[in-house]
């Protein structure tokens, strides 16, 4: 199997707490095409999402995230 793993940051906003922050990296990481996510402690508002964009794009993620009623943006891709 061919598989393309890129990356984008999402901006994900502060105003969630720590464990709605942590389901929605669990929502990404669930989404077909993802391989994982990342994020720091002192960055937590900024997560970088691994994903093969052959099945997934960087709009579709961000999407997944605005469908759970979460504020994000991609910052970087």
């Known amino acids: 199997m061919n ?3 890129v990356n984008v940051v999402v901006y994900i906003g502060k ?3 720590e464990q709605n922050r942590d389901q ?4 990404i990481r669930q989404q077909d095409g ?3 996510t990342r994020s720091n402690d002192r960055t937590r508002h900024l997560v970088l999402v691994d994903y093969d964009p ?3 794009s960087a709009t579709g993620i961000l999407q ?3 469908r759970q009623g979460v ?3 991609l910052i970087g891709l």
């Open 34 to 36: 993802v391989y994982g």
């Open 24 to 27: 929605i990296e669990g929502f």
């Open 3 to 5: 598989q393309r793993k």
């Open 15 to 17: 105003s969630l707490s």
């Open 64 to 66: 997944g995230i605005h």
């Open 54 to 56: 052959k099945v997934v």
């Open 71 to 73: 504020d994000a943006r």
